[in-house]
């Protein structure tokens, strides 16, 4: 049985179609939101954050591919399983779906039991990579840095860094004890194409000591290495 309350977000024009796949899957347990058309199933898809898509190919306004190429560019919905539906019997436009990144396939006329099917298999599928998907964080001290998400928290309190700060950051923090010297640090936190000085540098650094050590007598999470550059302390 599925998990109950579990959302599916049924996307397609034809309203009987809707109905059919809707009544099959909620027979099933599943909480089942619609949508008749592109926009429409992106705004509910950024609302809802339903657990899989069943996706028409061919909608009035945005069609299926279009709206897989916009959920997979989505740091927030990347993850979430597709299954396209199509009336197209063409290998090609099959192909060019899962290139995109959908997770299924399904060529209509269909028997909605197999679209029950299908989508137990997905989500079994995708639920099962969820749960060797190590999150990446890393963390010093009372300081967690979400890589995915890219927010930094200091006794559970977010702290607003800008990029740059967020990279110095970071590459601190996968190297705790290492003395960078400015220009290793120029190189590995900001890249070759880097156009500020290490005096530029610096001032990144104050910014960024200020916002996650207030009290600067305090050097709880980087210190200065006179003659050479900088390092996170050591635990």
């Given at each position: 049985m599925?998990?109950?309350?579990?959302?599916i977000?049924?996307v397609?024009?034809?309203h009987?179609?809707?109905?059919?796949?809707?009544?099959?899957?909620?027979k099933s347990?599943?909480?089942?939101?619609?949508?008749?058309?592109?926009?429409?199933?992106?705004?509910?898809?950024?609302r809802d954050?339903p657990?899989?898509?069943v996706?028409?190919?061919?909608l009035?306004?945005?069609?299926?591919?279009?709206?897989?190429?916009?959920?997979r560019t989505?740091s927030?919905?990347?993850?979430t399983?597709?299954i396209?539906?199509?009336?197209?019997?063409?290998d090609?436009?099959?192909i060019?779906?899962?290139?995109?990144?959908?997770?299924d396939y399904?060529t209509?006329?269909?028997?909605?039991?197999?679209?029950?099917a299908?989508?137990?298999?997905?989500?079994?599928?995708?639920?099962?990579?969820l749960?060797?998907k190590?999150?990446?964080?890393?963390?010093?001290?009372?300081?967690l840095?979400d890589?995915?998400?890219?927010e930094?928290?200091?006794d559970?309190r977010?702290v607003?860094?800008?990029g740059?700060e967020?990279?110095l950051l970071?590459t601190?923090?996968?190297?705790p004890g290492?003395?960078f010297?400015r220009?290793e640090?120029?190189e590995?936190?900001?890249?070759?194409d880097?156009?500020?000085?290490?005096?530029?540098?610096?001032?990144h650094?104050?910014?960024?000591?200020?916002?996650?050590?207030?009290?600067?007598?305090?050097?709880?999470?980087?210190?200065?290495?006179?003659?050479?550059?900088?390092?996170l302390?050591?635990?």
């Amino acid at each position: 049985m599925p998990m109950t309350g579990q959302k599916i977000l049924v996307v397609d024009d034809d309203h009987d179609i809707v109905r059919l796949v809707r009544a099959y899957l909620e027979k099933s347990g599943y909480e089942v939101l619609v949508a008749y058309d592109g926009a429409s199933a992106l705004q509910v898809l950024r609302r809802d954050r339903p657990a899989l898509v069943v996706l028409d190919l061919m909608l009035p306004d945005r069609d299926g591919w279009d709206i897989t190429r916009s959920l997979r560019t989505d740091s927030q919905l990347a993850e979430t399983p597709i299954i396209m539906l199509t009336a197209r019997i063409d290998d090609a436009d099959k192909i060019v779906g899962l290139e995109l990144g959908a997770d299924d396939y399904i060529t209509k006329p269909f028997n909605p039991r197999e679209v029950v099917a299908r989508v137990r298999t997905v989500l079994r599928r995708a639920q099962g990579s969820l749960a060797i998907k190590q999150p990446r964080v890393l963390q010093h001290a009372n300081l967690l840095m979400d890589l995915d998400r890219r927010e930094v928290m200091i006794d559970g309190r977010p702290v607003e860094l800008t990029g740059t700060e967020f990279n110095l950051l970071k590459t601190l923090l996968e190297n705790p004890g290492y003395a960078f010297t400015r220009s290793e640090l120029i190189e590995q936190a900001l890249g070759y194409d880097y156009e500020g000085s290490e005096r530029t540098l610096d001032s990144h650094m104050r910014n960024l000591r200020h916002k996650i050590e207030p009290d600067s007598r305090e050097k709880n999470y980087i210190q200065t290495v006179y003659g050479i550059g900088y390092r996170l302390v050591g635990p």
